[in-house]
């Protein structure tokens, strides 16, 4: 009951926090069924992203308990092709990003196992980086794996992003406080990679995202999605098709519609138009992120130029938020309490 739990205190708090919101909403009209996902063994879908240098093509893994897979398919949801990470574990793969290497021009995809439910059962977690195979056919790849851990401590986490022109690593936790954590500049795969609070994130994220020109980021919830500039300003709240379960969002190719998931069998992909006058202005300069309560603890890994880091201190909880938070969290111990007894 553990999944139900968590997903009913969300509701509760989501539809709380609501009125808060920023206006900008999406018309439901203008969202439109991309594709389904047509190969059974896609079950629990759970990373999105756009293949950076092919048109038409999507990658898609399952969640946890699952092999370290990913899968290749069309704009119809039919699979062209289906890779092994070689070398990789799959304990609870939640995310994924593509970006492009402004070095080779070859695209780079990103798998992150940094799911915890239990809050601290991993000592750390992983982000696998895999150059984009260069032919669509059944393979086995290999992968650079960074290992990773949270400078204010272990925590659950569903969202990825990576930023298209720095490279920079973002991880957003998924907890009622969530937050936005960055990884160094420049990541080791000899030692642990150290993850620092540069910003705030909305209630239980699933996901997240950049916009391939870097002019905007996404993170995703269960029930919309927030546009934000480089500096953690709030651009908008879109709303997001009805999903049975959203895990996943990316940007499309030309960064004018977002693209949402689903787990479960035979899932669809949905497009979603960016409200008009949201759209960041890629010219715009990012301000240097603050990392939060870390500033005198700076570790030989981290990155002091984090240009284009979210910044601390926006879309997080409010005092009025925290009561409101307080309120729903009595009913839903209520909910909790009454469903336990049921099931006794």
Same mark, same amino acid.
């Given at each position: 009951?553990?999944?139900?739990?968590?997903? %009913?205190?969300?509701?509760?708090?989501?539809?709380?926090?609501?009125?808060?919101?920023?206006?900008?909403?999406?018309? /439901?009209?203008?969202?439109?069924?991309?594709?389904?996902?047509?190969?059974?063994?896609?079950?629990?879908?759970?990373?999105?992203?756009?293949?950076?240098?092919?048109?038409?093509?999507?990658?898609?893994?399952?969640?946890?308990?699952?092999?370290?897979?990913?899968?290749?398919?069309?704009?119809?949801?039919?699979?062209?092709?289906?890779?092994?990470?070689?070398?990789?574990?799959?304990?609870?793969?939640?995310?994924?990003?593509?970006?492009?290497?402004?070095?080779?021009?070859?695209?780079?995809?990103?798998?992150?196992?940094?799911?915890?439910?239990?809050?601290?059962?991993?000592?750390?977690?992983?982000?696998?980086?895999?150059?984009?195979?260069?032919?669509?056919?059944?393979?086995?790849?290999?992968?650079?794996?960074?290992?990773?851990?949270?400078?204010?401590?272990?925590?659950?986490?569903?969202?990825?992003?990576?930023?298209?022109?720095?490279?920079?690593?973002?991880?957003?936790?998924?907890?009622?406080?969530?937050?936005?954590?960055?990884?160094?500049?420049?990541?080791?795969?000899?030692?642990?990679?150290?993850?620092?609070?540069?910003?705030?994130?909305?209630? %239980?994220?699933?996901?997240?995202?950049?916009?391939? /020109?870097?002019?905007?980021?996404?993170?995703?919830?269960?029930?919309?999605?927030?546009?934000?500039?480089?500096?953690?300003?709030?651009?908008?709240?879109?709303? %997001?098709?009805?999903?049975?379960?959203?895990?996943?969002?990316?940007?499309?190719?030309?960064?004018?519609?977002?693209?949402?998931?689903?787990?479960?069998?035979?899932?669809?992909?949905?497009?979603?138009?960016?409200?008009?006058?949201?759209?960041?202005?890629?010219?715009?300069?990012?301000?240097?992120?603050?990392?939060? /309560?870390?500033?005198?603890?700076?570790?030989?890994?981290?990155?002091?130029?984090?240009?284009?880091?979210?910044?601390?201190?926006?879309?997080?909880?409010?005092?009025?938020?925290?009561?409101?938070?307080?309120?729903?969290?009595?009913?839903?111990?209520?909910?909790?309490?009454?469903?336990?007894?049921?099931?006794?």
């Amino acid at each position: 009951m553990g999944d139900f739990v968590t997903r %009913m205190l969300a509701v509760v708090a989501a539809v709380c926090l609501w009125p808060a919101a920023p206006a900008f909403a999406a018309d /439901d009209d203008g969202a439109e069924r991309l594709f389904t996902f047509k190969d059974s063994r896609i079950t629990e879908s759970s990373g999105l992203a756009v293949s950076p240098t092919r048109d038409g093509v999507y990658y898609t893994h399952n969640d946890s308990a699952a092999a370290p897979t990913f899968y290749a398919v069309d704009g119809d949801g039919r699979t062209l092709a289906t890779f092994q990470v070689r070398g990789a574990e799959a304990r609870d793969w939640e995310g994924m990003a593509a970006t492009r290497d402004p070095r080779t021009g070859r695209g780079v995809l990103w798998f992150a196992d940094i799911g915890d439910n239990l809050d601290g059962a991993w000592p750390n977690v992983s982000v696998y980086k895999v150059t984009e195979p260069r032919t669509l056919r059944d393979a086995t790849v290999p992968a650079v794996r960074y290992r990773f851990r949270y400078a204010d401590g272990a925590r659950n986490a569903e969202g990825i992003m990576v930023h298209p022109k720095t490279g920079r690593l973002y991880v957003v936790s998924k907890e009622f406080a969530g937050s936005v954590y960055e990884a160094p500049k420049t990541l080791r795969t000899d030692r642990v990679n150290v993850l620092r609070k540069v910003g705030n994130a909305p209630i %239980m994220a699933t996901d997240a995202a950049y916009a391939p /020109d870097g002019s905007s980021y996404v993170i995703r919830t269960y029930f919309s999605a927030t546009l934000y500039r480089p500096s953690g300003e709030t651009l908008a709240r879109v709303t %997001m098709p009805e999903l049975k379960q959203a895990e996943s969002i990316a940007y499309t190719a030309d960064g004018k519609a977002l693209l949402t998931g689903s787990e479960g069998p035979d899932s669809p992909v949905y497009r979603v138009p960016i409200p008009g006058g949201a759209g960041a202005t890629p010219s715009a300069t990012p301000s240097p992120a603050a990392a939060a /309560d870390e500033t005198g603890a700076a570790d030989e890994s981290a990155d002091e130029s984090a240009a284009a880091a979210p910044a601390a201190g926006s879309g997080g909880l409010t005092v009025r938020n925290v009561v409101i938070w307080l309120a729903a969290a009595v009913g839903a111990i209520g909910v909790i309490t009454f469903l336990a007894r049921r099931t006794r």
